[in-house]
């Protein structure tokens, strides 16, 4: 079994479609989106059409997801992504909403659980230190679990703490892990190109790959969406 693993699109289509076709490369069996199809970016609607077509792909709903059809608070958000989800909001079609509103929180399959923040809080918590990692490891039942949200790739065991991988790099999961899959849309990580992972056999090889900064950045300027989250594009920061 070969599966593609990837999260936080947030509404951009240049970084999605090259992700998409790097992906069409690797023959994989299924794929994998820990949630926040949108926010940020300026092309939710696009996004979302694209992720609907995708024959084989389970979704799980990220904070942005849901804020944008009105079941999360958006006074969690700072001021920006407040403004990008209201933007989001007023450009939604309906039928994209009921999309995004269906979601659901959690995905647990033989081999993997899927969540968009923690296995926890599936919707709002962010797992950064290695202390709220650990205890996080009962709250779910396979080997692995999958987890977007912080938009930082790493891999995180009980024996070796949190490995980050911004890099392309393959490691073998041998124990009960954690998995950030980084960011396809808006990466954080100071790597600006857009992030995914592969599993296969429990090896999983994180990607890279360079997609349309400025084209995006440009639509961002002419949706008057907040500057600096187009700046941050350019640093993946
Ligand atoms: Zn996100």
Redesign the pocket.
């Known amino acids: 079994m070969k599966l593609a693993v990837f999260s936080?699109i947030?509404s951009n289509i240049e970084a999605l479609d090259c992700v998409l076709k790097k992906i069409s490369l690797e023959n994989v069996d299924g794929l994998i989106c820990c949630g926040?199809i949108i926010g940020y970016g300026p092309n939710p609607n696009e996004c979302v059409e694209k992720i609907k077509s995708i024959k084989n792909i389970k979704i799980v709903a990220?904070n942005?997801d849901k804020a944008a059809v009105g079941l999360f608070d958006i006074n969690w958000f700072n001021d920006n992504a407040k403004a990008a989800i209201l933007w989001t909001s007023s450009v939604l079609t309906k039928e994209n909403k009921k999309f995004l509103g269906e979601l659901p929180e959690k995905i647990q399959t033989e081999n993997f659980t899927v969540v968009h923040g923690s296995p926890r809080e599936s919707i709002n918590e962010y797992l950064i230190k290695p202390s709220d990692m650990q205890d996080n490891l009962q709250f779910f039942e396979t080997q692995i679990c999958f987890i977007?949200?912080s938009?930082y790739p790493f891999v995180y065991t009980v024996e070796n703490g949190i490995t980050g991988l911004s890099t392309d790099i393959t490691l073998q999961i041998t124990s009960k892990s954690i998995i950030n899959v980084g960011?396809v849309g808006q990466p954080r990580d100071g790597d600006n190109r857009a992030c995914f992972l592969i599993l296969e056999d429990n090896k999983i090889t994180f990607h890279r790959v360079e997609y349309d900064i400025e084209k995006v950045q440009t639509k961002m300027r002419e949706k008057f969406l907040p500057e600096p989250l187009i700046t941050r594009l350019s640093y993946g920061k």
């Open positions: 936080d947030h926040d990220g942005h977007g949200h938009h960011s």
